[in-house]
């Protein structure tokens, strides 16, 4: 499935409904074009993630379940 990001992501509701990463810390991807911005909020049995930043190529991230990222899929 290939989407197309009509606007740039907000912080609004970072926090309150969404938990957010921002560097530089308290940034908006809105309104700061060299924001790296990535959150997550929970939606019923799913979670919705938006990452955004100003890199050429890609960005990712990765889960784990614990702290060491050994044999987890990414």
């Known amino acids: 499935m290939n989407q197309h990001i009509v606007s ?3 912080s609004e509701g970072c926090g309150r409904r969404k938990s957010c990463l ?10 700061d ?4 911005y990535l959150s997550f909020t929970p939606e019923k049995h799913t979670v919705l ?13 990765a889960l ?7 044999n987890d899929d990414a």
């Open 22 to 31: 921002r560097d530089p810390v308290g940034c908006d991807p809105e309104s």
């Open 49 to 61: 993630f938006e990452l955004s930043g100003p890199l050429k190529g890609y960005l990712s991230f």
């Open 33 to 36: 074009p060299l924001c790296i």
């Open 64 to 70: 784990s379940l614990d702290k060491w990222m050994g």
């Open 8 to 10: 740039p992501f907000s």
